[in-house]
């Protein structure tokens, strides 16, 4: 078992999680190798010249650019999966506003999103106060987590007829304090109930191995609840009718 599964998983079976590390395994390769193939393509058919309308061009360039992309994510995730199990991740606090902290993000994904064909509509808090209102975290690991969150909500609702994206914050009251509540909410199918909470898991995807449709490697969501747990923060996922809001909630302010 490597080391700092634990961290992510609950309590299993050897068989089943040596089966799933397995499907990730085979996951990661996938990812790897289809962002690959399309750059070694364009990349060749470019510099042999066969290319010759303006155009074509760009496009090739701009879809080497995106899986590229694409690409960095992926590691950047593997990556910062290694080094949570190792737990060689330390976060460094520092105040930021609502404000900031949402302007972040929308600058690390707004390009991704608009090469996807989806539209990041950023809701900033109406009243200025809410705006500027204080939350310690680590700059990194909140884009980190808000990355994987906004990647994850385009992956499963490549189908939705409302192909955006939203991307906000709000202060409300829960259990008796005011808690800050960012929220990234898609317009797909939602999450089915029994799987509302298995998907925080490392190395869950929700749909068969052998009749998947959709990509994945079932780490993000994982690395999002223990980057939000390090933050003092908790995630959860609401259906909305349609879509599905993941929430990031801070506690007593």
Not at 52 to 73: F, G, M, N, P
Not at 98 to 124: D, I, P, R
Not at 127 to 154: C, G, K, S, T
Request: hydrophobic share 40%; aromatic share 8%.
């Amino acid at each position: 078992m490597p080391v700092g599964v634990s961290l992510f998983l609950p309590r299993s079976d050897n068989i089943e999680l040596a089966q799933q590390q397995s499907n990730f395994i085979s996951a990661v390769s996938h990812e790897l190798k289809t962002p690959l193939a399309s750059i070694r393509m364009y990349a060749e058919m470019l510099q042999s010249g066969w290319v010759k309308d303006e155009a074509k061009q760009l496009s090739y360039y701009e879809t080497i650019l995106q899986e590229s992309e694409r690409l960095s994510r992926l590691i950047q995730n593997v990556l910062y999966l290694a080094k949570l199990s190792r737990e060689q991740v330390e976060l460094l606090h520092k105040e930021y506003s609502v404000e900031e902290l949402l302007t972040q993000v929308n600058h690390a994904v707004k390009a991704h999103l608009s090469g996807s064909g989806f539209v990041l509509e950023l809701q900033m808090p109406e009243a200025a106060e809410e705006r500027a209102a204080q939350v310690q975290v680590d700059l990194d690991a909140f884009v980190q987590l808000f990355v994987n969150l906004i990647e994850n909500a385009v992956k499963f609702s490549h189908d939705a007829v409302r192909r955006e994206v939203h991307l906000g914050a709000r202060i409300g009251d829960s259990k008796g304090h005011e808690q800050l509540c960012f929220y990234v909410r898609d317009f797909g199918p939602g999450v089915a109930e029994k799987e509302k909470h298995k998907i925080f898991s490392l190395f869950y995807r929700g749909e068969n191995e052998l009749t998947r449709r959709t990509p994945g490697t079932g780490i993000g969501l994982a690395i999002v609840a223990e980057l939000a747990r390090k933050m003092g923060a908790e995630v959860t996922v609401e259906n909305c009718n349609p879509g599905a809001e993941f929430r990031v909630l801070f506690g007593g302010r």
